[in-house]
């Protein structure tokens, strides 16, 4: 397995990287991506010249083939700067379902840091939305004071919050109702150089 820049002439794997943002977000955003084209142009976009997009890449035999080979994509992450380059967002990062867990997420982010510091940046930040109620500051009204509902956040139901905070990340604001009522949007940042 290794970390390779999305190749932008290679419409094998950019593909096979669409079709893993539609695949890994069925469950968490179903209606981010709803079809394949859709999620070609987010790839797509992600290639563009002061962007970072950044695969994990896996050799797997080729059932249609004896002895051969191909690369298959088993993560993706991306990051756009902002603030004169000083902050990037991060986004998207998502991992092939059948190999979650298993710190690949991890080593994309490392990856991404690495990526954002050589390009001079300070600060990696996102947003999280919850629109399925995975978190307690789902379906319900953050006002008057949102920040003490964020203050008292529990994850419900594996909102990847939870794996951003075992990265280094901390959460550093939200959204309310930015997906509609009651799904707001989580952010987090992280400094990744002084
Ligand atoms: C979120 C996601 C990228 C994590 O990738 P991953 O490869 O499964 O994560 P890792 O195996 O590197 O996990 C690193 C740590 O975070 C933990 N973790 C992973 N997902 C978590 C979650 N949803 N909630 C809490 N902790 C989580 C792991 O247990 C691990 O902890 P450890 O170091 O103590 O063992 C992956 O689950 C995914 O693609 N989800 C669907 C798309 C998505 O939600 N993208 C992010 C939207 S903002």
């Known amino acids: ?54 695969i994990m890449v896996s050799e797997v035999k080729d059932p249609t083939t004896t002895n051969q080979s191909r690369r298959t994509v088993l993560g993706w992450i991306g990051g756009m700067p902002h603030y004169n380059g000083h902050s990037w967002e991060l986004h998207p990062l998502v991992v092939s379902p059948s190999h979650q867990r298993r710190g690949i997420g991890r080593r994309l982010v490392a990856d991404l840091e690495t990526q954002v510091r050589q390009r001079g940046g300070c600060t990696i930040y996102l947003g999280s939305d919850d629109e399925t109620g995975l978190t307690s500051i789902a379906n319900i009204d953050l006002y008057p004071n949102p920040l003490q509902h964020l203050m008292e956040i529990q994850n419900l139901g594996g909102h990847p919050y939870g794996f951003y905070q075992k990265v280094g990340f901390a959460i550093v604001g939200v959204i309310p109702d930015a997906n509609g009522p009651g799904k707001p949007d989580i952010f987090l940042a992280k400094r990744i150089s002084h």
């Open 1 to 54: 397995m290794e970390i390779i820049d999305l190749p932008s002439d290679n419409a094998d794997l950019i593909e096979t990287t669409a079709r893993l943002l539609m695949t890994g977000f069925q469950t968490f955003a179903p209606h981010a991506w709803p079809t394949l084209e859709d999620a070609l142009e987010e790839v797509r976009e992600s290639l563009e010249d002061d962007r970072i997009s950044r």
